[in-house]
């Protein structure tokens, strides 16, 4: 009874330290994390990133973290303003809307992993994805983005995305790019 006991405690630790065995299950594990999600807005609330944190590097937890302290800040030092007409002004914070996690903004209804590149420790994984629209479900939109992955404290994490779509409106760079923006850094 007690090797029993002691086994059905065993097997969340041993499943959890095999999440991150090797780039492609990390990728693989981390975007069908992001896909659980009913994701609102362009950055993950606190309980979805604790999900996400065990697949990420302590880098991209830190920028997803400053991004999300930012957009607070944001939003608490521009309230919502009445204008003479009663018309509610709100400045949209930085990061509320839109897909952060693909180069579509509307977001990604499945994936699939793609090839896979070392080079010099570091991964990349290509993501292929796609995105149906339900107002017309018989032409998907198909693209490739990127995960890189490297080793952190023994283990496979992912450090960033790159978009790789090449449709004006798509997202562009990294998911760091979009993480470290700020619009005074613009002027």
């Excluded at 400045?91 to 992993?113: L, Q, R, Y």
């Excluded at 793609?114 to 149906?132: A, C, F, M, T, W």
Aim: neutral net charge; glycine residues 4%.
């Amino acid at each position: 009874m007690r090797k029993i006991l002691l086994l059905v405690f065993l097997i969340p630790i041993l499943q959890a330290s095999s999440l991150n065995d090797n780039p492609e299950d990390t990728a693989k594990n981390f975007y069908s994390t992001v896909l659980s999600f009913s994701i609102k807005a362009c950055l993950p609330d606190e309980n979805q990133l604790r999900r996400l944190t065990p697949y990420m590097s302590k880098r991209l937890t830190a920028l997803i973290r400053n991004a999300l302290a930012y957009s607070e800040q944001f939003a608490k030092d521009h309230p919502p303003q009445r204008t003479k007409e009663g018309y509610l002004i709100l400045d949209k914070p930085p990061f509320s809307d839109g897909d952060c996690f693909s180069s579509n903004v509307e977001g990604v209804t499945s994936f699939a992993i793609g090839k896979s590149h070392e080079s010099k420790g570091k991964y990349q994984i290509d993501l292929n994805l796609v995105r149906i629209d339900p107002m017309s479900p018989n032409k998907p939109i198909e693209w490739t983005d990127a995960v890189h992955i490297i080793k952190e404290d023994g283990r496979f994490v992912v450090d960033d995305l790159e978009f790789l779509a090449d449709w004006p409106y798509a997202n562009h760079g990294s998911l760091s790019k979009t993480l470290e923006w700020r619009p005074e850094k613009q002027k």
